[in-house]
């Protein structure tokens, strides 16, 4: 029976529709899926917006509930880490509020958002419940072996607008690898982040999917070697 993989990802994961097009053909889980397909048996979760606590409710009582995978491949952690100017309960309140009241916080928020980001310190979910939910997931899914993917830095553009965002993406992937340790992919090179980004300084271009998907190929092709030669000592 075939090796059972989880690709298990936020919206990095999923095609985007605005230009330039990325398409499902296009993205890491799909290159993956379709080059190693003979020798995996590969489950998609793809969900945009997804955070750690998310994540947890999703793995307990949501669609990741039914799944027994033997290898899980995550990728999550820019919508826990980015700092942010509001909070998410207050996001869903705006919807509620009328058009002008809506709109009037809308362009306080725009005009100062970063001194807003810099007062307010909000992360949908800080450091020490981040590295929480994750124990909690492994804990889950323990009798799967999980991989996860860094979170790759912003580009330049993304930087100015939100200049707090690069020490926030490296002191979560240092939580990503210290929980994670050899478990722990980083395909990205800080030099490389304006051609594997798309304009919005978070979603990967074509070649920043090749990128990932090339960088799990490599571990699954590893991992498949090693139980092959384990088998063989037995």
């Known amino acids: ?75 999550i952690g820019i919508v826990d880490c980015t700092p942010r100017s509001v909070r998410e309960k207050e996001l869903k ?21 970063i001194k807003l980001i810099y007062k307010r310190k909000i992360k949908y979910v800080y450091p020490a419940e ?15 072996r999980i991989f996860a993917i860094a979170i790759s830095g912003p580009n330049d553009s993304l930087s100015k607008n939100n200049p707090y965002l690069v020490d926030a993406v490296d002191l979560y992937n240092e939580i990503l690898k210290k929980l994670f340790g050899s478990s722990f992919i980083n395909p990205y090179s800080r030099h490389d982040l304006d051609a594997n980004l798309l304009e919005d300084g978070i979603h990967l271009s074509r070649r920043g999917h090749l990128v990932v998907a090339n960088a799990v190929e490599k571990v699954l092709a590893f991992r498949k070697t090693n139980s092959t030669k384990n088998i063989k000592k037995k």
């Open 130 to 144: 981040f590295e929480a939910n994750l124990n909690q997931f492994k804990s889950i899914f323990e009798n799967a």
């Open 93 to 113: 309140l705006f919807q509620f509020l009328p058009e002008k009241i809506s709109n009037k916080i809308h362009q306080y928020v725009k005009k100062n958002h």
């Open 1 to 75: 029976m075939k090796t059972k993989i989880l690709l298990l990802t936020d919206s990095l994961g999923l095609p985007r529709p605005n230009t330039p097009e990325i398409k499902d053909s296009d993205v890491w889980t799909y290159l993956v899926a379709e080059k190693l397909k003979n020798e995996y048996l590969f489950f998609f979760q793809r969900i945009g917006g997804l955070h750690t606590r998310e994540l947890i409710s999703q793995s307990q009582f949501g669609y990741l509930a039914g799944y027994s995978p033997d290898i899980i491949i995550l990728q």
